[in-house]
């Protein structure tokens, strides 16, 4: 069986963009840096 993994969790939620450089604020939300 394949399994397809939620991307939604793998996007910056600012640029909707896929994470390459990923960091976690201070409140626990993950950002891509460059946002």
Not at 16 to 32: M, N, R, S
């Amino acid at each position: 069986m394949f399994l397809c993994p939620n991307t939604e969790n793998l996007k910056c939620p600012i640029t909707l963009e896929l994470f390459h450089d990923p960091v976690i604020a201070q409140d626990g939300h993950t950002y891509e840096r460059e946002a």
